[in-house]
């Protein structure tokens, strides 16, 4: 796959073994309970994270691979487990285009599994015998399941304005992103924090896009179940009257600039982010039919977000 330059990018490859390792640490962790049958259920699907991390590794010197890469696969292992334990939640009957997982074992079953590949993903942070990588990580994972944890309990059937909507979008899904930015940054500190904040804000956005698809997708572009959201009373920007998607689309590009932005100061940095933008995501939204154009600048500015 070229880059922005014509180049040849080799962050596929790094992708691949990703994917291929996931694959290993999921039978792993499935095969002492008999639930071999399932791991096409809970393979890799788009692997947005690796992917962002993938392109700032290929553009940094001092990222370190070996770690970067375990990261990664930590990182797939307990994205798939929340899509286990969000499934049964939601009442999502589809999933990448199959049966869920608890449709078709049993919600028990389901929460079981999501909770097996969460512990794998802790067994391979520990083996990096990296205290600090491990803290964050489970700082990351913490703060995931506290915004949905707040989402279910205590915003569930209540409107929220738009700060609200952000902080909760933001942690949702922006830690998992800026932990895998944020291992690129080698021994860097400013450039490991920009980084991290890039991860945020794209992450952000990326949950902004899914709960748009959420709102108005169609089941055939998007491979899973659709609706859940309103169906539960789970408020978002994109159930804002009749401007969800103008609203949302406003933020996504308002988050995206200012991403790009926080790198200012790292020029291979911000073409990684711009290259994953592009390259990657926007092309998941396109095939989705979503209305949502990334790199297009918002009518105001980034500084304030």
Known sequence: MPNTDGSLSSYPALVERVRRNTADRLADALSPIGAMAERDLLAPGKMMR????????EALPGADSRAVEACCVATELVHTG????????????????MPTLWRKSSASA???????????????????????LTDTFIGKIQQTIGAEARQELCFRGQPMNEAACL?????????????????????DPMLTAALEECGYRIGTAYQLADDLLDSIGEPEASSKT????????KHT?????????????????????????????????????????????QPVLDRQELPLHLMEPAAVGWEDL
């Open 110 to 132: 389901a929460i079981l599994i999501g909770d097996l590949l969460v512990c794998e993903a802790m067994r391979m942070m520990l083996a990096l015998d990296d205290r600090r």
């Open 167 to 187: 902080q909760l979008a933001r942690c949702k899904t922006g830690g998992l992103f800026s932990f895998s930015a944020m291992v690129c940054g080698g021994n």
């Open 82 to 97: 929340s899509l286990c334990h969000d499934d049964v939640i939601d009442g999502g009957l589809v999933r990448r285009s």
């Open 237 to 281: 920007l994109a159930e804002n009257d009749d401007s969800g998607i103008a609203v949302t689309d406003h933020y996504i590009r308002r988050l995206c600039g200012s991403a790009l932005e926080k790198l200012r100061n790292w020029p291979q940095a911000q073409q990684a982010a711009a290259d994953f933008l592009a390259g990657d995501l």
């Open 226 to 233: 659709l609706g859940t959201d309103a169906a539960r009373g």
């Open 50 to 57: 690796t992917q962002f991390a993938a392109r700032f590794l």
